[in-house]
């Protein structure tokens, strides 16, 4: 519950900061749809744009945050099964809600930040807290998409579910922490690295994006 509050109210802050407005006058220049829109229809375009990112900000605490700790749990109880390590579904949720502290961290952090800013725009709102590799270097795909992957909060969770598992399945505290990366390592290479990797490469994704 609190990282779903925390989550939601960062999202929140960062939506009532958000100026959309060269983000979208750029794309109607892209599409050449600039020339054709009067000043009300431009002003409009901002506004939905805004609208969007409250609504995105705060269905992410409230819906994405209940939904991916339960699929930790899932995930956690299917790889105990296939290791041959037993633990009862509520402790692998347990353990599940303990991983996300670290995410509740972030944005209890990320909601500080935000409202000490007077303005944000959407390229400032995605670096507002860096916590990957990424910040601190400038790196070509696909390096980018793996320092993008060392993130420190990330693999602080997947070392707190790990611990959490080996507690649940009577297991080393070492050998959990090592199951918790090692789970990490194979989400952040299936949907950090190798998905974005093959979107970009479709036609008509619009190229490489980090």
């Known amino acids: 519950m609190l ?21 979208v006058i750029g794309k109607l220049t892209v599409s050449g749809e600039l020339a054709k829109s009067s000043e ?17 900000g705060v269905a992410k605490g409230f819906l994405l945050m209940p939904l991916a700790v339960l699929a930790i749990a899932v995930v956690l109880k299917v790889a105990g099964w296939l290791i041959a ?4 579904f509520a402790a692998c949720l ?15 952090v ?21 916590t990957s ?23 602080w ?9 080996a507690s649940a399945s009577k297991w080393s505290p070492w050998k959990g922490a090592l199951f918790g990366l090692a789970l990490y390592v194979l989400f952040a290479g299936a949907f950090l690295i190798g998905l974005p990797g093959l979107m970009a490469g479709r036609p008509g994704m619009g190229g490489p994006t980090p």
Do not use: C, Y
Not at 8 to 23: F, K, N, P, Q, T
Not at 112 to 119: G, I, P, Y
Not at 150 to 155: F, G, H, K, Q
């Open 40 to 56: 009300r229809e431009i002003s409009d375009a901002i506004e939905q744009a805004q609208r969007i990112w409250l609504v995105v």
């Open 110 to 130: 990320e909601l500080v930040s935000a409202l000490r800013q007077v303005v944000l725009t959407p390229a400032m709102a995605e670096s507002l807290v860096p």
């Open 157 to 165: 969770s997947a070392l707190v579910m790990g611990l959490g598992f």
């Open 85 to 88: 390590r037993k633990a009862a």
């Open 3 to 23: 990282v779903a509050i925390l989550s939601a109210s960062s999202g929140a802050a960062v939506a009532l900061r958000m100026d959309s407005s060269a983000d």
């Open 133 to 155: 590799l990424l910040a601190l270097r400038d790196a070509q795909l696909p390096w980018s998409r793996v320092l993008k992957a060392a993130d420190l909060v990330n693999v």
């Open 94 to 108: 347990t353990a599940a809600s303990l991983a996300m502290l670290p995410v509740a961290l972030f944005h209890a």
